[in-house]
């Protein structure tokens, strides 16, 4: 477990400037839209999906929890206080934390109500019971709250609560009283999202972030109601909850929070986790635009397809760039591409026989992406549903459970049990181990996620490429416009034509993007007294992996204004030697769709006055590229069609709506993504 420093009542008059200053912030909040706040998620510790996450911290889905995972969690506080009772040596409980890991904080049963002359209770000064100086340590902890981390403050709403689901989730595995328990899963369902800082967590251990938590909790600090800002006391109050401290008590917890509710709430990943789970629901937005503009550059290429063929990849089986192949060759099908429809003077085909690297290598280059993802996939659903805490405290394990646990080193550890937790449920649950560990450490998680970064840095190089090849004529074989050699438009259709891709907007996007691919520094700063001396830096990794998708779609925004343009090229050119090409369902429906949005011909003065990549993306973040993909197996073409048809009618309402949110929701990933490790 990370360890963090306590800050005295004596510094509150000092920050009240610095919270005037944040409290000027919040006319940049991005509050959620709760379009699934009638639905419910399960929580149970174990099967926690990144789409579930995204339902409760985008859309404002209901938390409930398994039975089962209610009782773990309780059993874990039982064996506890078992623990102790039994006098047995406990991090973050009865022992200190970080440099304090020997010092004794209490001694024996943490509900007795004898008063310990040697015990001095820290709010009264007083000599008090275990009982009371939990109670009042606890709350005095929790109070502590709000003047963890440093800014900026989050900004998007979405990304606090992100983190409360994965507590909630993972924190059934935690020794967290009842009461705690609930008032997380509360403020979710009741949509009271605290202030919390961005900054301040080393990336192994975000203590700070869900530190801010703990203040709202007893009604301390600054809270969102359904995006309004406000004190927390008010914000509970308004949503008809009781501050934690005054919630009855319960089994074995006479008040909350209480005995290691501190430790059970805060000592996570959950900041950077729950980033994580939106940078996987986002890339796969992005990944899959990419596949499908990819086969939009096909056409408008007027490609040699044959990189993609079944028969090219199968002698270079990498699944995930075969997938990417395969998809594409179905989203192209039926296509002109699979035709040979035009022949120069001498009946030789124009179409040339292979394309730029670029085109050629988009499907391994987006398949080494999706395959990045896969994997980062995978290790955030284990890092999702799994403990990241110190201790593990372990009910329902004996000497039996396991060799190593049967030697005398071990065994000190072992919580026998006794008459006091029979209100534990589960075989044997009145036992286990309480164990000191180095779960909170999230590398592999972190790893992955700037190999994604690396990947879709790889990946959007290929589009930046293919953008620029469709100016050489020695690929596209003709020229749009009318003086161009083999030119297809008329010099009205040329002056009317939809805009392509900005070669300096490209460019900039290209720099960031290779800016961003540089890797976070491995750290290995000894701090708390050279305790702690390994910082993973997650919360800048995933910032960084988050504006780099972000960017990456602003990329295939560009891709699309050109590729689309060339559509109607093709389109035009096949008009002209009397053919009627097809583009196939999916490139169709979007060519289609994004001409809602960005006409073929129209007056440049009379076009938005907003840049057309602006347009482009906020397209890609308002459609769902799902809508255009090729029919599922069990779904009829002709209802797939007609879907296809009703996103191509609806896409520039849905666009238009979205290109007013855009800017504000970019601004706090930028100002994230660009923050620079501490040094």
């Known amino acids: 477990m990370r360890s963090r420093k306590r800050v005295g009542y004596a510094g509150v008059c000092a920050v009240t400037a610095v919270l005037a200053m944040h409290a000027g912030s919040a006319s940049a909040y991005n509050p959620i839209n709760p379009s699934k706040a009638g639905e419910t998620v399960v929580l149970d510790g174990k099967h926690l999906t990144i789409a579930q996450v995204v339902d409760v911290a985008r859309y404002g889905a209901k938390v409930t929890l398994a039975q089962n995972a209610r009782q773990r969690s309780l059993n874990a506080y039982y064996l506890l206080l078992e623990g102790a009772r039994e006098n047995m040596p ?371 190089t290929a589009n930046n490429q293919v953008i620029q090849r469709f100016t050489n004529t020695f690929f596209t074989v003709i020229g749009p416009g009318a003086t161009s050699a083999g030119g297809v438009l008329s010099a009205t259709e040329a002056r009317l034509a939809a805009p392509r891709g900005a070669d300096y907007t490209i460019a900039d996007l290209m720099s960031e993007i290779q800016t961003l691919q540089n890797p976070v520094p491995a750290q290995g700063n000894g701090i708390v007294s050279n305790v702690e001396d390994l910082e993973a830096e997650g919360r800048i990794k995933v910032a960084r992996a988050r504006l780099m998708v972000d960017n990456t779609l602003q990329m295939i925004g560009q891709e699309l204004l050109t590729t689309s343009y060339w559509m109607n090229v093709r389109q035009i050119q096949g008009q002209q030697l009397g053919l009627s090409r097809s583009f196939g369902t999916a490139p169709t429906g979007v060519w289609q769709a994004f001409r809602q949005v960005v006409p073929w011909q129209q007056e440049p003065l009379d076009r938005p006055e907003v840049p057309p990549g602006a347009l482009a993306y906020s397209f890609l973040q308002a459609n769902s590229p799902a809508t255009f993909f090729p029919p599922a197996a069990n779904e009829p073409k002709l209802a797939y069609k007609a879907r296809v048809k009703r996103s191509i009618r609806s896409a520039k309402a849905r666009t238009t709506s979205y290109l007013h949110r855009a800017k504000t929701l970019r601004k706090f990933l930028v100002t994230q993504g660009r923050e620079k490790p501490a040094s």
């Open 90 to 460: 406990i991090y973050f409980f009865n022992r200190g934390t970080g440099s304090g890991r020997q010092t004794p904080i209490f001694s024996g049963d943490p509900l007795s109500t004898t008063v310990d002359p040697n015990l001095i209770c820290p709010t009264t000064q007083v000599a008090c019971s275990n009982r009371q100086f939990l109670l009042e340590r606890s709350l005095r902890t929790f109070r502590n709250g709000p003047r963890g981390g440093f800014g900026p403050e989050v900004a998007d709403e979405e990304i606090v609560r992100a983190m409360m689901v994965v507590r909630a989730n993972t924190m059934v595995y935690e020794a967290a009283t009842p009461q705690l328990t609930q008032m997380l899963l509360d403020l979710l369902n009741k949509r009271v999202t605290p202030v919390v800082q961005s900054r301040g967590t080393p990336g192994e251990g975000d203590l700070p972030q869900m530190g801010n938590v703990e203040g709202t909790m007893v009604g301390v600090g600054n809270a969102y109601l359904n995006g309004v800002r406000m004190p927390s006391a008010q914000a509970l109050a308004q949503a008809g909850l009781q501050r934690l401290q005054d919630q009855p008590g319960q089994t074995n917890a006479p008040g909350a929070p209480f005995a290691a509710d501190d430790a059970a709430l805060v000592s996570t990943n959950a900041y950077t986790a729950g980033q994580a789970a939106l940078l996987l629901n986002d890339g796969r937005n992005m990944l899959d635009w990419s596949d499908l503009v990819y086969a939009t550059a096909l056409q408008g290429m007027n490609s040699s397809v044959t990189p993609i063929a079944s028969i090219v990849q199968d002698a270079r089986p990498f699944p995930w760039q075969n997938f990417v192949a395969s998809r594409v060759l179905d989203m192209i099908s039926p296509s002109y591409l699979l035709d040979i429809d035009e022949l120069s003077s001498t009946g030789v085909p124009t179409r040339i026989i292979q394309d730029p690297e670029s085109l050629r290598a988009t499907s391994q280059r987006n398949g080494a992406a999706w395959e990045a993802w896969s994997r980062l996939k995978k290790n955030v659903g284990i890092q999702m549903n799994s403990s990241d805490h110190n201790p593990a405290v372990v009910p329902g394990t004996s000497p039996k459970t396991s060799p190593e646990l049967d030697t005398p080193w071990f065994k000190q550890y072992f919580v026998e049990g006794g008459p006091n937790n029979d209100a534990c449920v589960g075989k044997d649950c009145e036992e286990g181990y309480i164990l000191s560990n180095a779960n909170w450490d999230p590398v592999t998680m972190d790893n992955d996620i700037e190999a994604l970064s690396n990947a879709v840095a790889n990946m959007v």
